[in-house]
């Protein structure tokens, strides 16, 4: 089945600047990556998406990128804001299992003002 | 609009005790997950239901999990005869369609299980 890696677990920034969170996969018929980032206590809530047809998405302040040969994906958040700390989790999904989400273990990001 | 919503919010349990936990989707949507979140960990895959096929049960941990779903509408997931490692949140999510370009899955607010 697949497999998604996460790294890094943890990251302190400070305000203002950026912060990358990186993910691998291994089952190269996985071809959508969503991005969710949880509050503590709270749902998971999607940030960003990326299908396998296309290399980088952005809005606004964050963004992802996705290297299909390299099966890894990455989401980058600029000028960062305490109220992005949270913790991310990165996933990869295939219609084959029904777009079921298989996910990283999750970054905790904590950004200081 | 309505969301996710799932009940009870928190349930605690006795080892050996049977629990049902309940989700209802948002309208409209035909895919519905179950995932599973230890403390402190990721989101694990537990099952999921599109429309009247059968559902994936691969990431069922045990044969004491099972989970049912009425057409395309509510959801239960039963766990039987707990263990103190079930112990989790229990989230439910769905997604308009598998099929769609569009397949974000919208979360609920989750079931936290206490197994004592």
């Known amino acids: 089945g697949e497999n998604v890696e996460q790294h890094p677990s943890t990251l302190s920034v400070q305000e203002g600047d950026s912060a990358v969170i990186k993910c691998t996969y291994s089952?190269?018929?996985?071809?959508?990556f969503p991005w969710y980032k949880q509050e503590l206590g709270k749902r998971p809530q999607l940030i960003i998406d990326?299908?396998?047809?296309?290399g980088e998405k952005k809005d606004q302040r964050i963004a992802v990128t996705l290297n299909k040969t390299a099966k890894h994906f990455s989401l980058h958040i600029t000028e960062t804001q305490p109220e992005d700390s949270a913790v991310y989790f990165c996933?990869?999904?295939?219609?084959?299992?029904?777009?079921?989400?298989?996910f990283g273990k999750g970054t905790s990001l904590l950004v200081t003002p | 609009g309505a969301g996710v919503s799932q009940s009870p919010s928190n349930k605690v349990t006795e080892k050996g005790k049977d629990v049902e936990l309940r989700c209802d989707p948002i309208s409209g949507h035909t895919a519905l997950y179950w995932y599973r979140q230890r403390l402190g960990q990721g989101l694990e895959f537990l099952i999921y239901f599109q429309g009247n096929s059968a559902p994936d049960k691969s990431g069922l941990p045990s044969d004491r999990f099972s989970a049912e779903r009425t057409g395309e509408s509510v959801s239960t997931l039963t766990i039987q005869r707990t263990q103190q490692e079930d112990s989790a949140v229990y989230l439910c999510a769905s997604s308009l369609a598998l099929s769609s370009s569009y397949n974000e899955q919208f979360f609920g607010p989750g079931t936290r299980l206490t197994v004592l």
């Open positions: 996933a990869a999904s295939h219609p084959n299992s029904g777009y079921a989400l298989n």
């Open positions: 990326i299908r396998s047809n296309v």
């Open positions: 089952d190269s018929a996985s071809n959508y």
